[in-house]
């Protein structure tokens, strides 16, 4: 999959709010908060079909947008690409950096907590890195 761009996360997350939708649905959402012009979100929309995560079908005279994928599943894709480009000793750095910036509910907290727990139970005693030497400082 190509990576997606922030405006394409934009119009991603319109589309998959709104299940089926159509540009000018989408102009009506974003266009003044994002100062963004028709042709910016037709263009977008352009490149979302290209990479194959928007799915197009004819309505009379218009065209209505859906995505090929779940949120989910394109953003834990999107995840894993970010995370093979880091050396697998600093997962850990990149897991509590997201844990201080983001705000997490008490039941968010007992889930990673019972996560971690299950993961405890199979976890090596320490992480291997599996960089090309040069890669870095392991």
């Known amino acids: 999959m190509e990576n997606v761009s922030n405006s394409e996360w934009e119009i991603m997350r319109v589309v998959w709010t709104k299940s089926e939708t159509t540009s000018s649905e989408i102009i009506d959402i974003l266009g003044d908060r994002l100062d963004w ?79 971690l727990n299950d993961k405890r139970k199979n976890a090596p005693e320490k992480i291997t890195c599996h960089c090309i030497p040069g890669q870095c400082k392991c």
């Open 37 to 115: 012009q028709p042709s910016t979100v037709k263009t977008l929309l352009a490149r979302l079909v290209d990479k194959g995560l928007l799915v197009t079908k004819r309505d009379g005279k218009r065209f209505k947008y859906s995505a090929s994928a779940s949120e989910d599943d394109i953003f834990n894709t999107e995840l894993r690409m970010l995370m093979s480009k880091i050396c697998n000793t600093k997962v850990h750095s990149v897991m509590t950096t997201l844990i201080d910036e983001y705000d997490l509910s008490q039941s968010d907290i007992d889930s990673l907590i019972k996560k």
